[in-house]
């Protein structure tokens, strides 16, 4: 699939973002150069964390064909955010809704759905894999997330990227997070579609993270904020994510 696009997409995105051209269509040098091996906890005690961070940190998830996509994908979890904020936006159809991405970047940006919609796309047919012993194969489209890090441009301390969701769990939003290795990732995007449509609400609407070399948990639906951390020790319950501070869950949930 095509990771570039063509250059009239790529003025669009400038313009819509408002970001340098440079700032845009730089490398993910950066990202090599991030010390992700000295982890977080005890992340470098993970041996599904090291080895694929050995393996490469760009190998690529199983992509499938149109044929295999299964007929529902099966929602999980959190269906339905309850916050009246949410409401609205839903009742609005996500018109005045805008994904906030700040923290350690040296610009905040507040996208909404029709500027995620005109950045470049990418469509992948991957398969899904809940903890609880469910798969599902779906369609999912939506720019890389590497295009908004990019437009935001990240600071040299930034560590990790933190997805807040328009759920809660015990007074606390659904969370999650990665390094940056996965966040620069081809196959990490932010979802907006599903199999052609627009992507339900029980799936995540208005948009989705897939983070396709990790478990079913880590790919927060509902996403209101992004934000560039350089720990997540001091964040929520300090393991990382809802799950991992919950119930104990794995960081790193490699597959
Ligand atoms: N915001 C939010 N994201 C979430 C969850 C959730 O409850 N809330 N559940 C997670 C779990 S455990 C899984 S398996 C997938 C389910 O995605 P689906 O509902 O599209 O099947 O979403 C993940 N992301
Ligand atoms: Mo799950």
């Not at 809940?130 to 720019?143: D, L």
């Not at 606390?172 to 196959?187: G, K, M, T, V």
Request: hydrophobic residues 35%; charged residues 25%; aromatic residues 8%.
């Amino acid at each position: 699939m095509p990771d570039l696009p063509p250059d009239h997409t790529r003025r669009r995105l400038i313009a819509t973002i408002g970001a340098s051209g440079a700032g845009l269509l730089a490398g993910c040098d950066r990202v090599n150069a991030s010390p992700t091996m000295r982890s977080f906890l005890s992340l470098g005690e993970d041996a599904s964390y090291r080895a694929h961070r050995l393996i490469g940190g760009k190998a690529l998830a199983t992509e499938f064909d149109a044929s295999q996509v299964s007929p529902l994908f099966r929602p999980n979890g959190a269906t339905m955010p309850q916050s009246p904020q949410y409401q609205r936006h839903l009742a609005s159809g996500f018109a005045k809704w805008r994904l906030r991405v700040d923290g350690l970047v040296r610009r905040t940006l507040d996208l909404s759905l029709d500027a995620i919609r005109s950045l470049p796309q990418r469509t992948q047919i991957t398969r899904h894999d809940c903890v609880e012993g469910w798969s599902a194969i779906g369609q999912w489209t939506g720019p890389q997330l590497s295009h908004l890090l990019r437009a935001a441009q990240l600071s040299d301390q930034a560590r990790y990227i933190v997805f807040y969701c328009a759920d809660e769990e015990g007074g606390r939003p659904y969370y999650e997070s990665i390094d940056l290795n996965d966040a620069y990732h081809p196959q990490t995007i932010l979802a907006h579609r599903l199999n052609g449509r627009p992507l339900p609400v029980m799936n995540g609407a208005p948009v989705r993270l897939r983070v396709e070399r990790q478990l079913g948990y880590k790919h927060a639906k509902f996403v209101m904020r992004i934000e560039a951390r350089a720990r997540l020790d001091d964040l929520f319950g300090g393991k990382g994510g809802m799950w991992e501070d919950r119930s104990g869950y794995q960081w790193y949930a490699g597959i």
